[in-house]
């Protein structure tokens, strides 16, 4: 039985880079910097959130607009300083940015900025001045071309009265500030995308209510924007075709899905998740943020940049790229590279090939997912990732290939014990173009063929 067959023959369009990320990649006042594996992994979009979480400096409007009562057509009223600089330190990676106007996330007791601005108008009017800040060159400002422009994040986290971590209002009063705002900046600049609503989940009521709202007043809606922590990859692909159902039944058959927060969650038991922020949890809270690091981490990624190549989702970005952040699954607290940022790095290698290629799973390799490369030139790759299939042999099978030479392939697997850095050799010989390889649970092997 062939697990995975490849079609050489079979092009169609380049791979999606999925590989986004949220938030710049500096911590600690600068002093660690992981720039350069930005660059090097071909990081392509960023989106700003929790943008130095807990203690914003930057992104977050009150820091940009201290003091709501002033002239917000007056460049004195805002300090644009922080956030200049770590802007153009995203944009030195080659990463486009989604700008979120909005505040952080606040778990204290108390909230700060989690409420219902006191005018929405004014409010608005603050959302063009960043715009014209950063893109019009107002106020000692930049040309960026910053095109995407989301409103607030996650107003139904959760959707329970007393919680209010990101949005202490009703559902109502979050609509009509999307509504005003975004209203406000498609007058300043047409050609802008704003959208939001950056569901918590794809939370039924709320992100409904939403759309619906939309529809109903034929509000400008470019994107929209959600997000999934979870351990099972197939109910991402679920819900972003959820999403697309719903949106088009309001009207919005164009706009771009953006799958801006992904994360990788596997608790150990029911007990473990309850307790998880409580005295008693910090183990739990070692294991579970470690996982996204390691290889249960990497092999999710992996399973996602191959499963959403065919689902309607047009970018996404991983929580969080912060090299401090607990939910970072690239980097540890000083910048070193984990094992989801090497499928990171190796899916930016196969998106540098001109055509995707047919990859076919059979149905009995379940929990098991392959992407496949290819150029004119005749080289391809191959992604293939076991997430939550069995360890045990899998055959990898060729169709297309030249069938009068000896064709080598190269190897290479993250898992436990290996981060890609052991090649192995073999031979499609012209009389058999399948191999046979073991993966274990939890692995991710990448072969190039030449």
Sequence with gaps: MRDIHIDINHRMNPLKKLHGVNNGPVSFGSLVDVSDYFIDAGIPLVRLHDTNWPHAREVDIHTLFPDFNKDAEDPASYDFSRTDTYLAQILATGARIVYRLGVSIEHTTTKYYAHPPADYDQWARICIGIIRHYNEGWADGFHYDIRHWEIWNEPDNPDQPGSNVMWSGTPEQYYLLYQVAAEAIKRHDPNLLVGGQAATMVNLPFTQGFIEYCG???????????????????????????????????????????????????????????????????????????????????????????????????????????????????????????????????????????????????????????????????????????????????????????????????????????????????????????????LPKYSVLLIKLS
């Design 216 to 438: 109903k007043h034929k509000l400008p809606l470019d994107f929209f924007s959600w997000h999934a922590y979870t351990d099972n990859p197939e109910l991402v692909a679920s819900n972003s075709r959820m999403l697309q159902r719903w949106l088009e039944e309001a009207g919005y058959r164009e706009l771009e899905s953006y799958l801006n927060e992904w994360g990788y969650l596997r608790f150990d038991s029911v007990e473990s998740m309850l307790r998880l922020w409580k005295r008693d949890g910090a183990e739990d809270r070692r294991r579970l943020f470690e996982r996204q690091k390691n290889e249960e981490g990497a092999a999710f990624a992996g399973a996602l940049f191959a499963l959403l190549q065919d689902c309607p989702v047009d970018e996404a970005n991983h929580y969080d790229a912060q090299p401090f952040n607990l939910f970072n699954g690239l980097f540890d607290q000083y910048g070193v590279p984990q094992r989801m940022y090497d499928v990171f790095f190796q899916f930016n290698q196969l998106c540098q090939y001109k055509y995707r290629i047919d990859a076919r799973v059979d149905e009995q390799a379940t929990g098991v997912y392959a992407i496949a490369v290819a150029d004119d030139s005749g080289e391809s790759s191959v992604m293939v990732t076991n997430f939550s299939g069995e360890s045990r042999e899998y055959e990898i099978s060729w169709e297309g290939l030249d069938m009068n030479s000896t064709i080598s392939c190269e190897l290479r697997l993250v898992d436990r014990e290996r981060r890609f850095d052991t090649p192995e050799y073999r031979e499609l010989l012209p009389n058999d173009r399948s191999i046979q390889v073991f």
